[in-house]
Nanobody
């Protein structure tokens, strides 16, 4: 059974930082892209960032470019999201997911087939 477990969420003041991690188990994710999405109350799930299987191709949603950093670990089963200069509008549940492919640009929910339960990030003003 595939399991994705996120950690690192919490409450932070605007301008602060948080680091999220997500570890996948129960499958072979070495050659799959892993990504992050977020969903705020009353809004659609939004693409945040993704890293290719090798970690060499990383891309971001427009709203987080220059503030967030996505990376993979050496085992390829963990993906990280470093978040700096957080804003109240970054408040959301952050979910990690594994893509159906390993290379390319996967920014739609339909590109991903396994999801974590999410971790809450709250940014106070």
């Amino acid at each position: 059974q595939v399991l994705l477990l996120e950690s690192g969420g919490g409450l932070v003041q605007a301008g602060g930082s948080l680091n999220l991690s997500c570890t996948a188990s129960g499958g072979d994710f070495a050659y799959k892209t892993m990504g992050w999405f977020r969903q705020a109350p009353g809004k659609e799930r939004e693409f945040v960032a993704a890293a290719s299987w090798s970690g060499s191709i990383i891309y971001y949603g427009e709203s987080v470019k220059g503030r967030f950093t996505c990376s993979r670990d050496g085992t390829k089963s963990t993906v990280f999201l470093g978040m700096n200069n957080l804003k109240p509008e970054d408040t959301a549940i952050y979910h990690c997911a594994t893509a159906r492919g390993g290379t390319g640009y996967f920014t739609s929910q339909g590109d991903y087939d396994h999801w974590g339960q999410g971790t809450q990030v709250t940014v106070s003003s």
